[in-house]
């Protein structure tokens, strides 16, 4: 959350002459609501679920660059599908860059009420050792995009 995931994936499909696909605006697309409604109105595991159709139906077909949200490889079966058909790339930045970051939006229901910093915290003590299986491993600087972009070109060798 934060790490620029859609902004840093649009630059890279660009580069590599891909399309581009935002999974969260795929899910909205889908459900008619946007995300938050979805998780005020069914619930977390209800999105989850919703979220694995559409990253396996993203991924499943011609090659592009798919932006996921943060909770999408958390779930074994997602993650599964994702490292089955995928290049995994892990974006990752310090918690004061994404603390930052996100104070720009308000519509990020796991920190609907809670000081970003310490839901950041928490968030990162979980899902780190699980997003720490994706193949590549992206830091994420207070620097332009284009400097994270470049670094996963070089690690796709490319």
Not at 84 to 104: G, N
Not at 132 to 141: D, F, K, T, V
Request: aromatic letters at 4%; charged letters at 30%.
């Amino acid at each position: 959350m934060g790490v620029g995931k859609s902004t840093v994936g649009k630059r890279l499909a660009t580069r590599l002459h891909l399309p581009f696909v935002d999974a969260d605006q795929e899910i909205e697309t889908a459900a008619g609501c946007t995300i938050p409604e979805i998780f005020e109105r069914f619930g977390e595991p209800a999105f989850r679920d919703g979220e694995k159709r559409v990253i396996a139906r993203l991924i499943d077909g011609a090659p592009k660059v798919v932006a996921t949200g943060g909770g999408a490889f958390m779930h074994p079966e997602t993650r599964a599908l994702i490292l089955e058909q995928a290049t995994a790339i892990w974006l990752d930045a310090d918690i004061e860059v994404l603390a930052d970051r996100v104070r720009r939006r308000d519509d990020r229901p796991l920190l609907r009420g809670r000081d970003a910093r310490e839901a950041l915290r928490e968030l990162a003590a979980v899902r780190n050792p699980i997003y720490a299986l994706a193949p590549i491993h992206i830091r994420s600087q207070p620097h332009p995009h284009e400097a994270t972009v470049d670094a996963i070109l070089a690690a796709l060798g490319r």
